[in-house]
């Protein structure tokens, strides 16, 4: 895989054991929202999700959240 040539790993690059979760209400949604925006700031890529250039969160506070 090209992404582990350019970084210099061997392996599996992504996860490989996943699973989907059925989003019971609103309030699910947004705790899954939350977590996956917090996810650049845990692995310490930037302070606040909203500085990471993918993330849904720099958008929340002009446009709710996001539907698709």
Known sequence: MLANKL????????????????TRDMEHELQTVRYIESNPTKAKLVLDPKEWPWSSARFRDEFGVLRL
């Open 7 to 22: 970084l210099g790993k061997q392996g599996a690059f992504w996860a490989e054991d996943y699973f989907d979760v059925f």
